[in-house]
T-cell receptor, first 115, second 114 residues
Framework: GESVGLHLPTLSVQEGDNSIINCAYSNSASDYFIWYKQESGKGPQFIIDIRSNMDKRQGQRVTVLLNKTVKHLSLQIAATQPGDSAVYFCAENQYSGGGADGLTFGKGTHLIIQP | DAGVIQSPRHEVTEMGQEVTLRCKPISGHNSLFWYRQTMMRGLELLIYFNNNVPIDDSGMPEDRFSAKMPNASFSTLKIQPSEPRDSAVYFC????????????FGQGTRLTVV
């Protein structure tokens, strides 16, 4: 029979508009967060990260906001372009001090850019 | 640097056969991760290594899966025997030494078990 897959949230925006992608994380002990972009047929690609001692960080056309009180993370993309079409994942990590630990990924949001 | 290199890019095999996926991490990185991505479950961490030592394999689905890292520049993920439900994209990622940093992913191996 037909398999049922993940129903990825989809965000559709007009080219040139700003996009905001949201993510709720589960582990209150997580102290490091990353946004990844995954294009079709490729591996996840790093966009921007933020540590828990910050609540905002800006990159080129992207801004990440962290609200530890409600365990919420958002990615803002300014002036979206067709090349921004992809699935976006947030990932969280709790640094144990003994070496790198595995990142835990959210389910992803599919960003579609309308011409 | 060429980034994380995985091989093969695509693998089609028959149920019951042994499958070996390969990964070369970025030179100088001391942590390596194997992830599996499916439509049903998204990106799942299977196992990770620090300094070639397996640290957490709790994500490995069952005994049919095994992973090794004989040296700092090579790792394998083996499935024996393979089953159709193992069909997925398998990603390898590596991370540097400086604590909380991003993981760099390879292009993945798309495995189809028929």
């Amino acid at each position: 029979g037909e398999s049922v897959g993940l129903h990825l949230p989809t965000l559709s925006v007009q080219e040139g508009d700003n996009s905001i992608i949201n993510c709720a994380y589960s582990n209150s002990a997580s102290d490091y967060f990353i946004w990844y972009k995954q294009e079709s047929g490729k591996g996840p690609q790093f966009i921007i990260d933020i540590r828990s001692n910050m609540d905002k960080r800006q990159g080129q056309r992207v801004t990440v906001l962290l609200n530890k009180t409600v365990k919420h993370l958002s990615l803002q993309i300014a002036a979206t372009q067709p090349g921004d079409s992809a699935v976006y994942f947030c990932a969280e990590n709790q640094y144990s001090g003994g070496g790198a630990d595995g990142l835990t990924f959210g389910k992803g949001t599919h960003l579609i850019i309308q011409p | 640097d060429a980034g994380v290199i995985q091989s093969p890019r695509h693998e089609v095999t028959e149920m019951g056969q042994e499958v070996t996926l390969r990964c070369k991490p970025i030179s100088g990185h001391n942590s390596l991760f194997w992830y599996r991505q499916t439509m049903m479950r998204g990106l799942e961490l299977l196992i990770y290594f620090n300094n070639n030592v397996p640290i957490d394999d709790s994500g490995m689905p069952e005994d049919r899966f095994s992973a090794k890292m004989p040296n700092a520049s090579f790792s394998t993920l083996k499935i024996q025997p393979s089953e159709p439900r193992d069909s997925a994209v398998y990603f390898c990622a590596s991370r540097g030494r400086s604590g909380n940093t991003e993981a760099f992913f390879g292009q993945g191996t798309r495995l189809t078990v028929v």
